[in-house]
T-cell receptor
Framework: DTGVSQDPRHKITKRGQNVTFRCDPI?????LYWYRQTLGQGPEFLTY????????KSRLLSDRFSAERPKGSFSTLEIQRTEQGDSAMYLC?????????????FGDGTRLSIL | QQQVKQSPQSLIVQKGGIPIINCAYE??????FPWYQQFPGKGPALLIA?????SEKKEGRFTISFNKSAKQFSLHIMDSQPGDSATYFC????????????FGKGTHLIIQP
């Protein structure tokens, strides 16, 4: 049984560069969430997918951020023109679609450092 | 606006003691309340969760107490062990679920041997 997988685990890049992260959810989990976590804080919701449809976006998701889930399986989160404030842990979570409020299972995240 | 307030920020307990972490929420649309445990460099791991129609839930050494009228819930860890040292987050989500989990700011728990 594999859990949520995220790649890469760490990314260091210069300000202004574009970065892309990948999330592979637990097999057959239709719901996929992206969160951002900064040091000493709880994760903050960014966006939600039901299968391939992006149904919700937080106000935190500026227009430099874009997320996709093209075939309803893996998802990507891209940040364009990165800024210092983008430095954070980016977490992905998935849950089954068996009614409301199924438990979300998290990956170990991608830690982004902007130089 | 912080919708889930968590306390204390940090907690030190002797081995075998019962750490208690408290959370309070404001949004009455919240319908599901999970607790997560996070170790450094790892993602949050689901510990236990409760729905508001239940006042208490126990799984192993972890117990959630829930007070719907006060909009408060708490985590108790029985017979705490040094391996329980981690950061604990309470969270809440509405029935709709599409707006994601709202997390507290976390409690850094240290269990001393």
């Amino acid at each position: 049984d594999t859990g949520v997988s995220q790649d890469p685990r760490h990314k260091i890049t210069k300000r202004g560069q574009n970065v892309t992260f990948r999330c592979d959810p637990i097999s057959e989990h239709n719901r996929l969430y992206w969160y951002r976590q900064t040091l000493g804080q709880g994760p903050e919701f960014l966006t939600y997918f039901q299968n391939e449809a992006q149904l919700e976006k937080s106000r935190l998701l500026s227009d430099r951020f874009s997320a996709e889930r093209p075939k309803g399986s893996f998802s990507t989160l891209e940040i364009q023109r990165t800024e210092q404030g983008d430095s954070a842990m980016y977490l992905c979570a998935s849950s089954p679609d068996r009614g409301n409020n199924q438990p979300q299972h998290f990956g170990d995240g991608t830690r982004l450092s902007i130089l | 606006q912080q919708q889930v307030k968590q306390s204390p920020q940090s907690l030190i307990v002797q081995k075998g003691g019962i750490p208690i972490i408290n959370c309070a929420y404001e949004n009455t649309a919240f319908d599901y309340f999970p607790w997560y445990q996070q170790f450094p460099g790892k993602g949050p791991a689901l510990l236990i969760a409760i729905r508001p129609d239940v006042s208490e839930k126990k799984e192993g050494r972890f117990t959630i107490s829930f007070n719907k009228s006060a909009k408060q819930f708490s985590l108790h860890i029985m017979d705490s062990q040094p391996g329980d040292s981690a950061t604990y987050f309470c969270a809440a989500i509405t029935q709709r679920g599409a707006d994601g989990l709202t997390f507290g700011k976390g409690t850094h728990l240290i269990i001393q041997p």
